[in-house]
């Protein structure tokens, strides 16, 4: 989008990319845990992190992942919109590329701080392992990806 692109459009671009983002993270992470290839149940773990609650954890950290993802959504389109990469194939590449910086800073986070603070005394002290944070590292390139492919089909829409 240019910068005489009204506010609203790329308002209603972010939202729907942040949120279709937060859906294929969501299903990517929930397709790693069902085949048993890494035990990395995102949701549950971020609803107990956030509301140090077990109640119901699973759904409460996917509404609040979901609510992340539309928030995330916002900055990584501002940020392609910054540097005029909105429309395809640029706003996918650059998508991905901060969705993987995005992953490497939450794989490290999940590795070094939450492991040892985390509410949920079975995820507290724990292993986090390589696998678990390349895991994490590809659901957020994932997101990224998603975000720029969905942003730049919807700057496509908005600018015919």
């Not at 009204?6 to 972010?14: E, G, N, R, S």
């Amino acid at each position: 989008m240019t910068e005489s692109t009204p506010f609203l459009p790329l308002l209603i671009t972010a939202l729907v990319a942040g949120l279709a983002g937060g859906l294929a993270m969501n299903a990517f992470m929930r397709m790693l845990t069902s085949k048993n290839a890494v035990p990395v149940d995102m949701t549950a773990l971020l609803g107990i992190l956030l509301t140090q609650s077990g109640n119901k954890a699973a759904s409460k950290g996917t509404l609040i992942h979901l609510g992340f993802g539309v928030v995330f959504g916002l900055l990584y389109l501002w940020g392609m919109h910054a540097i005029a990469g909105v429309a395809l194939p640029a706003s996918l590449f650059i998508g991905l590329g901060i969705g993987v910086v995005h992953g490497v800073i939450i794989s490290l986070m999940l590795m070094f701080l939450v492991r040892d603070t985390h509410p949920d005394e079975k995820q507290r002290g724990s292993e986090v392992t390589f696998m678990t944070g390349l895991a994490y590292l590809a659901g957020h390139a994932c997101y990224g990806a998603t975000v720029g492919l969905v942003g730049g089909l919807l700057f496509l829409l908005f600018t015919n």
